[in-house]
C-alpha cells in the first residue's frame, strides 16, 4: 500500500504564514511531531519528486570526493605506467620501477591531507559555513593541480602531492555534512551513500584516463592526467554562487528566515517547510539541553563517545578490510604475471562494476537499511581475502595462470561487495548516528582516524607487494582478511540500525542508551 501524500502547503508566499521566529515553543513542539510524521511517512518516491532540489546540490557538494579519489587512485596506476617508472624511477632487473621508500612518501600525501584537511575544514564550515568553504577548498585545489602538472622530478611531485592532499582532504568532511543535512530521511541513506559513489567514479576515471594515456612515451602519459584534474574546479566555481546554505547551519547561526528559505530552495513549491524548520529548532534545542556541545572534546564526551566510537570504527574498517589494495590494483596485476595493457583493463573491469555495485546498493538501503548490509557484506569481504591468501600458496604458483587469473576474478568480486556494502553504507551509517551540533567534527575525526590508519598502509603495503620488498602478491589476503575478522566481531556487537529515524529519534535513542540490537523496534515514547 503507497503511504499517504505527505502534508504540504500550495501558498508558500501566503502573507498569512507564521515565522518560526514567532511561534510559542509549544506550537514548535506540535509543529516538530507534525514534521516527523511526514517524515516517516514519505516514500522514496515521494522523496524525489518534492525534493529534486536537494538532491542535485548534494550531489554538486560530492564532486569534491570526485577529486579526493582521482588523486591517489592516479599514482597507483601511474606507478605501472612505462613513461612514469622511467622519469621518477630506477633500473631494477632490467626494467625501471619506483621504489617502495617513494611509492610510500608519494602515497602520504591523500592520507596526511585527509588528516589535518578533515580535522581543519570544521573550523571554517561553522564559522563560514559549507557553501563558502567548499569554493575556497575548490579554488586552492585548482592552484595546486599547477605543481603536479609542471613537475619533472619526483621531489617537487612530493611536494604536490603533499600541499594538494591538505585541501582534498578537507572534501571528505565537507560533502558527507551537506549530504546529511539538505534532504529528508527518505532520501538521506541514498545521498549520503552516493559518496561512496564519487570515490568510485574518481577512481574510475583515474585508472580509465591511465589506460588511455600509459602507451605514450614521453611526459604527457602522466602529465595529461594531472591536467584533467582542473575540469572539476572550473565546473565547481561556475555552480557555487547558486548553491544554497545548510539549513542546519543557519538555524545554529540563529538566521531562522535564512534557513527557511534555503529549505524552500532545497524542496518543491509544495512543500510546508515551515514544519520542517520547527523540527529542526525543536532538534538543536534538544542537543543544547542534552550538553552534547560544539568542540573537538565534546566529541568524546559522555553524551557524545558512543556516536563517536561507532562513526570511527565503521569508516576505518574499510580500510581494516583491504580497500588500500584496490590502489595498488593495477601494479598487483602485473606484479602478478599480467602485461601492462592487461593489468590497466582489468583495474578498469573492477572499478565499473564498483561503480554499478554501489547503484544496486541504493535498493538494499532502502530494503534492508544500515546495520545488515554491513555485517553481511563485511563477512563476505573477510571469506574473499582468506580465499585470495590460499590461492597464494597454490605451489609453482608463478607458471599457473589460471591461479593468477583466479585472484585477479577475486579482487574483482571482492571490490563488488565493497561496493554493494561497507563501501557505501559507512557514510549513511556515521551521518547518522552524529549529533547535529557536532556532526561535522565527528566526521572529520572519523575521517582522520581513517586516514591515520590509512597512512599506516601506505607505508607498509609498497614493502609488502614490491618485488625488490616482500614480494606478498595475495598473501596480503590473510593479512587483511585477520583484520576483517576483528572488525567483524566488532560490527556485531555495536553498529546500530538507524534507518527511518529523525535527527531528534536518534538523539533520545542514543541518550538513553539504547541497546544495538533494539533500535530497529525501539519505540519513542
Not at 557514510?427 to 581513517?450: G, P
Request: net charge neutral.
Amino acid at each position: 500500500m503507497e503511504a499517504p501524500e505527505p502534508q504540504t502547503s500550495s501558498n508558500r508566499g501566503d502573507d498569512e504564514k507564521i515565522s518560526v521566529n514567532d511561534v510559542s515553543q509549544k506550537e514548535i513542539g506540535e509543529e516538530a511531531r507534525r514534521a516527523t510524521e511526514i517524515e516517516h511517512e514519505m516514500t522514496f518516491m515521494q522523496g524525489v519528486k518534492l525534493y529534486p532540489a536537494a538532491i542535485g546540490w548534494s550531489a554538486f557538494f560530492s564532486l569534491g570526493v570526485i577529486m579526493t579519489a582521482f588523486d591517489p587512485q592516479l599514482l597507483g596506476s601511474l606507478y605501472a605506467t612505462p613513461a612514469f617508472q622511467r622519469d621518477f624511477g630506477y633500473l631494477y632487473k632490467g626494467s625501471y620501477i619506483i621504489s617502495a621508500p617513494w611509492q610510500t612518501a608519494l602515497g602520504m600525501g591523500n592520507p596526511i591531507g585527509q588528516v589535518v584537511g578533515a580535522l581543519a575544514a570544521s573550523y571554517p564550515m561553522e564559522r563560514y559555513g559549507r557553501k563558502w568553504t567548499f569554493a575556497v577548498c575548490v579554488v586552492g585545489t585548482a592552484a595546486f593541480i599547477f605543481m603536479q602538472f609542471f613537475a619533472r622530478s619526483i621531489e617537487v611531485l612530493l611536494v604536490g602531492e603533499l600541499i594538494g592532499g591538505l585541501i582534498l582532504g578537507m572534501y571528505t568532511t565537507i560533502a558527507p555534512t551537506y549530504a546529511s543535512e539538505v534532504c529528508p530521511i527518505a532520501l538521506r541513506g541514498h545521498l549520503t551513500a552516493y559518496i561512496n559513489l564519487c570515490f568510485v567514479t574518481g577512481q574510475l576515471l583515474a585508472n580509465g584516463v591511465i589506460a588511455g594515456s600509459s602507451q605514450l612515451h614521453n611526459h604527457w602519459a602522466y602529465s595529461t592526467p594531472f591536467a584533467i584534474q582542473w575540469l572539476w574546479p572550473i565546473i565547481i566555481l561556475c555552480g557555487i554562487p547558486f548553491a544554497p546554505e545548510s539549513p542546519w547551519w543557519l538555524i545554529r547561526q540563529n538566521r531562522l528566515e535564512e534557513a527557511e528559505n534555503s529549505l524552500n530552495r532545497l524542496s518543491s513549491s509544495t512543500v510546508d517547510n515551515k514544519l520542517m524548520l520547527a523540527m529542526m529548532v525543536e532538534t538543536d534545542r534538544l542537543e543544547f539541553e542534552m550538553q552534547t556541545g560544539v568542540t573537538y572534546w565534546d566529541v568524546f564526551n559522555k553524551v557524545n563517545i558512543r556516536r563517536t566510537e561507532i562513526s570511527i570504527a565503521v569508516f576505518t574498517t574499510q580500510v581494516f578490510s583491504g580497500i588500500y589494495m584496490v590502489g595498488y590494483a593495477a601494479l598487483f596485476f602485473q606484479l602478478a604475471g599480467l602485461d601492462g595493457q592487461k593489468s590497466f583493463n582489468m583495474s578498469v573491469g573492477y572499478l565499473a562494476l564498483g561503480w554499478v555495485c554501489t547503484c544496486i546498493s541504493w535498493i538494499f538501503i532502502s530494503k534492508w537499511g544500515r546495520r545488515r548490509i554491513y555485517n553481511i557484506g563485511l563477512a563476505f569481504l573477510t571469506v574473499i581475502m582468506f580465499l585470495i591468501g590460499i590461492l597464494d600458496c597454490v605451489p609453482n604458483y608463478e607458471n599457473r595462470p589460471g591461479v593468477i587469473w583466479a585472484q585477479s576474478t577475486l579482487m574483482i568480486i571482492w571490490n563488488g561487495v565493497f561496493d554493494l556494502s561497507i563501501g557505501p553504507v559507512c557514510y549513511t551509517i556515521f551521518c547518522e548516528v552524529s549529533a547535529t551540533k557536532v556532526r561535522t567534527k565527528t566526521i572529520a575525526v572519523a575521517t582522520a582516524a581513517q586516514a591515520l590508519v590509512g597512512i599506516v598502509m601506505t607505508v607498509a603495503i609498497p614493502y609488502m607487494i614490491n618485488p625488490d620488498q616482500a614480494n606478498m602478491r595475495g598473501k596480503m589476503g590473510f593479512f587483511f582478511g585477520g583484520l576483517s575478522v576483528l572488525c567483524l566481531i566488532w560490527c556485531w556487537f555495536r553498529v546500530p540500525e538507524t534507518k527511518g529515524r529523525t535527527f531528534e529519534e536518534l538523539d533520545l535513542m542514543f541518550a538513553r542508551g539504547v541497546k544495538t540490537r533494539e533500535f530497529k523496534n525501539y519505540k519513542i515514547d
